[in-house]
């Protein structure tokens, strides 16, 4: 991928790590540019954003089964994929998250 397409598709990125209503201005933003670059990381993103729900959800029933109040903290799991997934946006790499990077 050259530096122009980066440079072209990195607002597009960027926005598509900033909530799941990000993500979706970020795909219809990109559907008739088809940058590469925001492409991927719309991709990265949505993976982050639906991970963090369902380990949202899983959390909530493990707490409520177990009443282990430090489950709590994986809420944040989605955010912290999506904070990782924003700075390689901003320094234009294309690198995938950890853990469900290769998803889908």
């Given amino acids: 991928m ?3 397409t980066i440079e072209e598709g990195k ?5 598509s790590y900033i909530t799941l209503i990000g993500t979706l201005i970020a795909f219809i933003m990109n559907n008739g540019k088809q940058n590469e670059f925001a492409k991927f990381h719309i991709g990265q993103a949505l993976r982050a954003w639906l991970a963090g729900i369902v380990i949202g959800i899983i959390a909530g029933i493990l707490i409520g089964i177990t009443g282990i ?6 809420r944040y799991a989605g955010m912290v994929l999506a904070i990782m997934g924003l700075l390689n946006a ?6 995938k998250i950890p853990l469900v990077g290769d998803i889908g």
Avoid: P
């Fill in 2 to 4: 050259d530096q122009s």
């Fill in 11 to 15: 607002t597009m990125a960027i926005i």
């Fill in 69 to 74: 109040g430090l489950l709590g903290y994986l």
């Fill in 90 to 95: 901003i320094n234009g790499k294309v690198e």
